[in-house]
């Protein structure tokens, strides 16, 4: 069935009037380290840990003052704590050395950072910087491949097919909305087609109907 971007969109949009990034953050340098430790851990997770962190140390320059011993100590509750703390305290090293202490605003830059991948990248530009992006975790890359609006066993080119198929204006939206769809309905077990708004357009619930 031909996707209709559109009807898929208005339809995720209804259901999640409130589709937003779900990390807590004050500056573009908090949602820098916010998402570098979302890294395979719940958001939720996350925002426990830096609702303290940020407090304590809200800035790149107080960041620079924690042994990485002391910032593990600080995060250990967060999976991958040790490459983290390293990461970041690097990330916030570069940030000094090579931004006079700013996070930059494109992706080749943000990318040179310690921890910083394209996902990480794309999330930064799109809610710090409100430049159209769309980030491909893995609730975006599983739902999108669900329901057939991107066809690829890699981010990159689900990042592209979805780029070609969403008008630039609704990049960042529809990341919010696929990920809020893949945490609340299109889970990677057992995910609710019988309830889920977007059933008729998926690939993947009409497979199922076919066998
Ligand atoms: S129909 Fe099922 S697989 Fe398809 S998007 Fe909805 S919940 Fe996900």
Same mark, same amino acid.
């Given at each position: 069935?031909?996707?209709?971007?559109?009807?898929?969109?208005?339809?995720?949009?209804?259901?999640? +009037?409130?589709?937003?990034?779900?990390?807590?953050?004050?500056? +573009?340098?908090?949602? *820098?380290?916010?998402?570098?430790?979302?890294?395979?851990?719940?958001?939720?997770?996350?925002?426990?840990?830096?609702?303290?962190?940020?407090?304590?140390?809200?800035?790149?320059?107080?960041?620079?003052? !924690?042994?990485?011993?002391?910032?593990?100590?600080?995060?250990?509750?967060?999976? *991958?704590?040790?490459?983290? #703390?390293?990461?970041?305290?690097?990330?916030?090293?570069?940030?000094?050395?090579?931004?006079?202490?700013?996070?930059?605003?494109?992706?080749?830059? !943000?990318?040179?950072? &310690?921890? &910083?991948?394209?996902?990480?990248?794309?999330?930064?530009?799109?809610?710090?910087?409100?430049?159209?992006?769309? #980030?491909?975790?893995?609730?975006?890359?599983?739902?999108?491949?669900?329901?057939?609006?991107?066809?690829?066993?890699?981010?990159?080119?689900?990042?592209?097919?979805?780029?070609?198929?969403?008008?630039?204006?609704?990049?960042?939206? #529809?990341?919010?909305?696929?990920?809020?769809?893949?945490?609340?309905?299109?889970?990677?077990?057992? +995910?609710?087609?019988?309830?889920?708004?977007?059933?008729?357009?998926?690939?993947?619930?009409?497979?199922?109907?076919?066998?």
């Amino acid at each position: 069935m031909k996707k209709d971007m559109k009807i898929i969109l208005e339809s995720l949009k209804k259901q999640y +009037p409130d589709a937003k990034c779900e990390l807590n953050y004050e500056t +573009p340098f908090q949602l *820098l380290v916010a998402t570098i430790l979302s890294a395979q851990t719940t958001d939720k997770k996350v925002n426990e840990v830096t609702e303290k962190l940020f407090k304590e140390y809200p800035t790149v320059d107080d960041f620079l003052k !924690i042994s990485q011993e002391e910032l593990e100590q600080k995060i250990k509750t967060i999976g *991958l704590y040790r490459n983290k #703390a390293k990461n970041i305290l690097m990330m916030c090293r570069q940030l000094k050395e090579n931004f006079h202490g700013q996070v930059p605003d494109t992706m080749e830059e !943000i990318t040179s950072l &310690a921890g &910083a991948g394209r996902k990480t990248a794309n999330v930064v530009l799109s809610n710090a910087f409100g430049v159209p992006a769309i #980030a491909v975790d893995t609730h975006v890359f599983r739902v999108s491949n669900r329901i057939g609006i991107a066809k690829s066993d890699n981010v990159l080119d689900t990042e592209n097919q979805l780029k070609k198929i969403i008008p630039k204006k609704d990049w960042s939206l #529809a990341h919010h909305l696929l990920i809020f769809h893949g945490r609340r309905c299109c889970m990677a077990r057992n +995910p609710k087609c019988e309830l889920c708004v977007i059933s008729e357009y998926c690939d993947y619930n009409n497979s199922i109907k076919t066998k």
